[in-house]
């Protein structure tokens, strides 16, 4: 089993940044593409971005430029770097680990981001 934990969320201004962080534990080893994902009210829960255990990512395109997704496997921990944030952005970000075989999904309790002046 994988236990993640997200954290860094909270109220920033339009144009501001944020950084959110994923700690991962448990069986971390079967993990291979970890990612983000949002989801707004009345909304369904979209992609952000991904990263796979080699570090090649993939982005939403509506924060292609914007948001950076980095991976620190020796501490089993994944980021988000969201900058020149947007109301749009506004979420509960959820943080997504997949085993190497594909057979089992994770998923974080999920932070809030608000972008609100």
């Known amino acids: 089993q994988v236990q993640l934990v997200e954290s860094g969320g909270g109220l920033v201004q339009p144009a501001g940044s944020l950084r959110l962080s994923c700690a991962a534990s448990?069986?971390?080893?079967?993990?291979?593409?970890m990612g983000w994902y949002r989801q707004a009210p009345g909304k369904e829960r979209e992609l952000v971005a991904l990263?796979?255990?080699?570090?090649?990512?993939n982005y939403a395109d509506s924060v292609e430029g914007r948001f950076t997704i980095s991976r620190d496997n020796a501490n089993n921990t994944m980021y988000l770097q969201m900058n020149s944030l947007k109301p749009e952005d506004t979420a509960v970000y959820y943080c997504?680990?997949?085993?190497?075989?594909?057979?089992?999904?994770?998923w974080g309790q999920g932070t809030q981001v608000t972008v609100s002046s």
């Open positions: 448990g069986t971390t080893f079967t993990i291979n593409v």
């Open positions: 990263i796979t255990g080699g570090g090649r990512t």
């Open positions: 997504n680990a997949v085993t190497r075989d594909y057979s089992r999904v994770y």
